[in-house]
């Protein structure tokens, strides 16, 4: 796990550093911890009259291009695997300024990813391509909402920038407004 504040280097300068041995930190930035849940890497290929033509990759430029715009430093990650996704929640913790998860079909299981999710002190967003509540009854059931303080859904990729783009700074944004951030 990424640690909360990545210092971001700049490219030795030739002129100022002629060694070229030491980069000057320029700034440090929050890190979001963006997971993604089951099958969502098949996204383009899988149900696309659902969830769009997409893939996860385009999301994940979307959400490091919305980072970099907003000063937030992005990791992005997907599994299959419930306990690897429970893992990475508990690494994230005291780690990250805020979390963003689409758990996909764990939303409407993971009694562990709920718990998990308790470990955290910071903002969590849920967010889904589709809008689950609209859809079969099961998918009516989140066991993220009742942890999350937004969620986006049916919105398709923007729905993740929405979370990050909702004001235009770390320190005026969304994530900063939430009573418990980091
Ligand atoms: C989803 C909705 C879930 O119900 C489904 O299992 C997914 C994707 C969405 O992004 O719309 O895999 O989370």
């Given amino acids: 796990m990424v640690p909360q504040r990545v210092m971001t280097q700049t490219r030795p300068n030739p002129d ?10 320029v700034r440090d930035m929050p890190l979001i911890l963006v997971l993604n849940g089951p099958n969502l890497n098949m996204l383009g290929v899988r149900e696309p009259e659902i969830y769009g033509r997409h893939t996860l990759e385009d999301i994940r430029a979307l959400c490091e291009s919305a980072g970099a ?18 893992e990475w929640i508990q690494q994230a913790r005291g ?18 990813l709920h718990d998990a999710l308790k470990l955290l002190n910071v903002p969590i967003l849920e967010v889904h391509l589709s809008n689950p509540k609209t859809r079969e009854p099961f998918r009516h059931i989140s066991y993220i909402e009742p942890l999350a303080a937004a969620v986006f859904a049916g919105q398709g990729p923007k729905g993740y920038a929405c979370l990050l783009y909702t004001s235009p700074s770390p320190r ?11």
């Fill in 16 to 25: 100022t550093n002629p060694t070229h041995e030491r980069a000057r930190p």
């Fill in 69 to 86: 715009r907003l000063g937030f430093s992005i990791d992005f990650r997907q599994s299959n695997h419930e306990g690897e996704l429970v």
């Fill in 95 to 112: 780690a990250v300024a805020g979390l963003v998860i689409n758990a996909a079909a764990y939303t409407h299981t993971s009694v562990a």
């Fill in 172 to 182: 005026d944004g969304l994530l900063s407004r939430m009573p418990s951030s980091a």
